[in-house]
Nanobody, 122 residues
Framework: QLQLVESGGGLVQPGGSLRLSCAAS????????IGWFRQAPGKEREGVSC????????NYADSVKGRFSIFRGNANNTVYLQMNSLKPEDTAVYYC???????????????WGQGTQVTVSS
């Protein structure tokens, strides 16, 4: 019914780029804040970035500021995460999630995608 699906992950060399997509079905993404999270093996899920509902407000974790960019696609029901200058420590499963407002708290998000693997290695 209400689903989010991530895509765009893969294997990339350090310094490379990837663009992740979060596609929605069953609801309109413009009415929700969309957060990107990531989880590395043995670690808790952490917030990466978020874009506010309808507006253009965004926020980023300190570890990705200046390298990652979140934005909404106007032609389809999709939110993107552009990742540049990737580092090995960016390796994780990346998830998108929907909430009424941006928040770093994982438990506040109701709708989650299945995740997409990003591996940064030479």
């Amino acid at each position: 019914q209400l689903q989010l699906v991530e895509s765009g992950g893969g294997l990339v060399q350090p310094g490379g780029s990837l663009r992740l997509s979060c596609a929605a079905s069953g609801f309109t993404l413009d009415y929700y804040a969309i957060g990107w999270f990531r989880q590395a093996p043995g670690k808790e899920r952490e917030g990466v970035s978020c874009i506010s509902s309808r507006g253009s407000g965004t926020n980023y974790a300190d570890s990705v500021k200046g390298r990652f960019s979140i934005f909404r696609g106007n032609a389809n029901n999709t939110v993107y995460l552009q990742m540049n200058s990737l580092k090995p420590e960016d390796t994780a499963v990346y998830y998108c999630a929907a909430n009424t407002v941006c928040t770093p708290h994982v438990r506040w998000y109701t709708y989650w995608g299945q995740g997409t693997q990003v591996t940064v290695s030479s």
